[in-house]
């Protein structure tokens, strides 16, 4: 009987992705360590394991590749070669074609892969001659454009993200779009910017984005020239989806990869047993619970009264554990995501001439999938920012007194029921004057603002903004800073940045460790029911009316052991309003004066450094919380996260505390009232 091995063919793909990430790290080892056996070891094993599967799925390219690389890693296993530093850029290139040859079910050989086979065969055949010959093989691959007669169309994902201020240039988003469409097939549109509130809404800014898929057979340098009268004031990457002929520069496709969503074949996770084995423990209790409570409803009587209660205080405990079990299913180390920035710094140093190091810890610190797959390009962007603008060249560093080899530390920690994500580095340091000067001519700021350093370090984040007078195929455009903060922000995370001048910056980035799932206090504000998200309170404390007070120009503060703290009252900023509670003038009058005679409660609550006190009615409890997405089923809320729905069967808006405290400084509360927000669609 024959067997149809296609639909294992899903598995060999992914799992070809491990190994391949295994061989990649690898190499990159192996330059520290040449004759280390027992890594060169586990470089073959990997390239072994692809060889076979890939000889089971036909995959007559993949075999030959991996071929011509066992040989040249079984010489220097045996001895007969060494490590040197061509050897390794050229099984680099090797790794970086057999991702491309492995990306997905009809990859076909790209062009430049039959020099880097020549190359691997002559290292191995003359393992102790002059490595000259691989030089010129990968100088090569460098150079060579794609044979005409392999050209065929290719997949490519366009993300283009104009800035807020595009307009201003002249420049018409829909005639770009256009001209794309003219130049590739546009095989899928979607809009990725948000409108905000018609009250809110300035014409003179773009607020919209495009997501698009697109069949070409131009190549990217040609896509790019669609954009390239807009490439200061938008945000555009160009991602090939399907490996083709047309594809002739193997790093590309591993750098794209790095920045860019994680291939569709990635959308299935690897469990440990014993994560698996701890809910089917606990699903067979929750059946015996079950069963038990059954049985007491059936023949219910006062005498079982106590027991039934038992039964169902169990169930909720084996509900809200199988919640926590179900939600470590999806939990990740984030070393899935920090293993590729190892090659990204190496890729980074041949371009910019500098000798950088990457120091990884916390890499088995576990966070939620989703959380993990939205943390890839922020932290690619910044480790980008580290190497370019950051580390300095070895001549200036030795000036300065400092090793020739810059560092960057990556670090991952739980810190409070979030994740701390930290990126320092040694380097320069931001120059806080030039990003003054540069904020002035870009018209950010006015030259007699009087602005704090953390401020002036905030600038940078602003779009468009950037210190670098040369645009690099690295940096200087300016749409990387503002597209870190706003996917952290994305996901209810906080970002500060912290510098000395010639001594190296850290990033702090903490994220919430899921998304799906939350701890939250239920409060009462008139008759309205909110969420704010424990994780984000400080503590909650009774109010009277002579511990506020107004700052001109800045709203109101509350006195709280000698603090002022901003103060927000959530029924101004909601616009909510208390419905009557009787027809009888004289007992409300009575009840009003009931309630101002009472303390106010206010609930204090930080994001990051800042903190703020929100003034509510009552508090109703803490409880586990499904958030809900509230653009999908309604519209966007500003200042929410979402809603959830309450134990009665009720909707509950959950509170975006940074949004909140956000709000506090852009309005002009010296009248007690803050800009409002609508909760009517």
């Not at 002249?170 to 899928?188: D, F, K, Q």
Request: charged share 25%.
């Amino acid at each position: 009987m024959k067997i149809n091995l296609s639909h294992f063919l899903d598995t060999f793909l992914q799992e070809s992705a491990e190994h391949l990430e295994t061989i990649e790290l690898g190499l990159l080892k192996l330059k520290a360590s040449p004759d280390d056996s027992e890594l060169l070891n586990g470089i073959f094993r990997a390239a072994h394991s692809i060889k076979g599967g890939a000889g089971a799925f036909g995959l007559t390219h993949v075999v030959k590749l991996t071929h011509a690389l066992e040989n040249l890693l079984d010489q220097m296993r045996n001895g007969e070669a060494k490590a040197s530093p061509e050897s390794i850029a050229i099984m680099l290139q090797a790794t970086d074609f057999l991702k491309i040859l492995t990306a997905g079910r009809d990859a076909a050989c790209p062009a430049g892969m039959e020099e880097t086979i020549s190359g691997l065969e002559a290292m191995a055949a003359s393992p102790n001659s002059d490595p000259s010959s691989a030089q010129a093989h990968a100088q090569t691959l460098k150079s060579a454009g794609p044979a005409p007669e392999a050209k065929r169309e290719v997949e490519y994902k366009v993300i283009f993200q104009p800035a807020a201020d595009l307009f201003a240039t002249g420049c018409n988003p829909l005639l770009l779009l256009r001209n794309l469409g003219n130049v590739a097939t546009v095989i899928s549109t979607r809009q990725t910017g948000t409108l905000p509130a018609l009250a809110d809404l300035d014409t003179a800014c773009c607020h919209l984005a495009w997501e698009m898929i697109v069949r070409t057979e131009t190549s990217v340098a040609e896509l790019k020239e669609v954009f390239e009268f807009v490439e200061d004031q938008a945000r555009v990457e160009i991602t090939p989806l399907v490996a083709a002929a047309l594809i002739s520069n193997a790093p590309t496709r591993s750098e794209s990869r790095a920045e860019g969503a994680p291939a569709a074949r990635e959308s299935s996770i690897r469990v440990a047993t014993e994560k698996i084995d701890k809910v089917i423990d606990l699903v067979g209790e929750m059946v015996i619970a079950q069963a038990m409570t059954s049985e007491l409803v059936d023949r219910f009587s006062p005498d079982t009264h106590e027991r039934l209660k038992e039964c169902v205080s169990t169930l909720e405990r084996c509900i809200r554990e199988l919640h926590e079990r179900t939600l470590s299913v999806r939990m990740l180390p984030v070393g899935t995501i920090f293993a590729r920035f190892d090659r990204l710094v190496h890729d980074l140093a041949q371009k910019t001439g500098k000798k950088i190091s990457l120091t990884i810890s916390g890499e088995d610190t576990e966070v939620d999938r989703g959380v993990l797959e939205m943390l890839g390009d922020p932290l690619t962007h910044l480790i980008r920012n580290s190497a370019d603008h950051g580390i300095e060249t070895p001549p200036e560093r030795a000036a300065a007194g400092k090793p020739e080899t810059g560092s960057i530390y990556l670090s991952a920690s739980h810190l409070a029921g979030n994740i701390l994500v930290e990126i320092d580095d040694d380097g320069a340091g931001l120059n806080l004057p030039r990003i003054r000067e540069k904020a002035i001519a870009k018209g950010l700021i006015s030259a007699t603002d009087e602005l704090s350093d953390d401020k002036i370090r905030s600038l940078i984040f602003e779009p468009g903004f950037s210190t670098r007078n040369e645009v690099s195929d690295i940096s200087g455009r300016g749409v990387g800073m503002d597209v870190v903060k706003r996917n952290v922000a994305g996901l209810n995370g906080t970002i500060n940045v912290s510098s000395e001048l010639g001594r190296g910056t850290s990033v702090k980035i903490l994220l919430p460790l899921t998304l799906a799932i939350m701890d939250g206090l239920i409060v009462r504000v008139m008759d309205h029911r909110f969420v704010l998200p424990l994780t984000s309170i400080i503590e909650t404390i009774a109010v009277h009316e002579e511990q506020i007070f107004s700052v001109a120009g800045k709203g109101e503060a509350l006195r709280v052991r000698d603090q002022a703290i901003p103060f927000l009252r959530l029924h101004q900023l909601f616009r909510l309003t208390k419905p009557p509670l009787s027809h009888d003038p004289v007992a409300e009058s009575a009840l009003a004066e009931d309630e101002d005679e009472r303390p106010h409660l206010a609930v204090v609550v930080e994001r990051g450094s800042l903190k703020a006190a929100l003034l509510v009615d009552e508090l109703l409890g803490q409880q586990q919380l499904v958030v809900k997405n509230l653009e999908k089923n309604f519209r966007r809320i500003e200042g929410t996260l979402g809603a959830t729905i309450l134990g009665d069967g009720s909707a509950a808006l959950i509170l975006d505390v940074a949004a909140l405290i956000n709000s506090l400084s852009r309005a002009d509360i010296t009248s007690k009232e803050p800009r409002q927000i609508s909760l009517v669609a």
